[in-house]
């Protein structure tokens, strides 16, 4: 079991399999208490990607997603962590965010 060998908070969490409910457990996200999620998934795919209820569980967090903000990089130094994405065309989607 994953959460059981998380080393705590970190950062940046990339969510298992496409933000499925059998990817992402809420016990991992109690334990890592991720600052942003990042959700690598499709635009209206058919599985219902990401599921409402793994978005529930990252509700603390800052949710990055592919199908909403396409190309998704992450950059981090001794200061903090910031993402830069190259927007789908849909709306709704920051361009740049730093913490």
Do not use: E, M
């Not at 060998?5 to 399999?17: I, Q, R, T, W, Y």
């Amino acid at each position: 079991d994953l959460a059981r060998v998380a080393p705590g908070h970190v950062d940046v969490l990339k969510v298992s399999h496409h933000g499925s409910n059998t990817g992402t457990s809420a016990a991992l996200v109690n334990k890592t208490t991720p600052s942003h999620a990042v959700i690598s998934c499709g635009i209206d795919n058919s599985y219902g990607h990401p599921t409402n209820a793994v978005l529930q569980l990252l509700s603390s967090s800052n949710v990055y997603r592919t199908d909403y903000q396409g190309s998704i990089t992450a950059y981090s130094d001794t200061t903090g962590v910031w993402f830069t994405t190259a927007p789908t065309g849909r709306p709704g989607s920051p361009a740049q965010t730093r913490t």
